[in-house]
C-alpha cells in the first residue's frame, strides 16, 4: 500500500542494491522514491497495521473454547464471547484484519 512506503527519508532501511530499477525494486516488495539524495531509494515499507476484530458472521466463527466455559473465562484467554446464536462456538477467536 503506498502509505507504507511514507517513511521519514533519514529511517529508510535499504532494501535493494546499488542501481537497482524502481520496477525491480517494487517486483520484490519495496518501495521506491530517488528523489532524495544520499538515502536509500531502494526501501522496506513499513509493516501492515492490523487490529483484532471479533467476527461477525458466527458462521465463521473458530472455537476457542468448550462448552458451558464462562465469558471471564474465555475473555482471558484472549478470545471473543457471545452467547448467541445456538449451535456455533459462543467462545471464538479474532480475527486480524489490515487497517
Known amino acids: 500500500a503506498k502509505c507504507q512506503c511514507k517513511v521519514v527519508p533519514r529511517e529508510r532501511t535499504n532494501c535493494g542494491y546499488p542501481g537497482i530499477s524502481a520496477v525491480e525494486c517494487k517486483k520484490i516488495g519495496c518501495c521506491f522514491n530517488a528523489s532524495i539524495p544520499s538515502v536509500p531509494w531502494c526501501y522496506s515499507p ?28 474465555c475473555t482471558k484467554k484472549g478470545c471473543c464471547f457471545r452467547p448467541h446464536p445456538a449451535g456455533v462456538p459462543w467462545c471464538f477467536y479474532h480475527r486480524v484484519v489490515e487497517e
Open 46 to 73: 513499513k509493516p501492515k497495521k492490523v487490529r483484532k476484530m471479533c467476527p461477525n458472521d458466527p458462521y465463521s466463527r473458530i472455537n476457542c473454547g468448550h462448552p458451558a466455559i464462562k465469558p471471564r473465562e
